[in-house]
């Protein structure tokens, strides 16, 4: 799992007068053991520190706050609920 902080400044125009607006947003992506790396879309922080997202198949997935360099939560597939931990 990889995520990364990237540019998302957005412009809008109204005839001759534009205004842009700078902004950052975070991009991710996940391969399991080797396999092509896919999007994590939908990034959201959760109440207790941790952070909930999607994959890229439409899969809802939580990762609770790193503890001692460990992330622990869930990933969801075919609708059933599965452990997921990652580490550094």
Known sequence: MKWAAVDD???SCDGD???TSSGARWAGSFSDNGSRWVKLT???SGTQGGVYFNHAD???WYLAKP???KAAGWTTWNGQRY???CWR
């Open 9 to 11: 400044s957005q412009t």
């Open 42 to 44: 939908n990034p959201r």
């Open 83 to 85: 452990r997921l931990a």
């Open 58 to 60: 439409g899969n809802k």
């Open 17 to 19: 007068t534009c205004t």
């Open 67 to 69: 503890v001692s360099n």
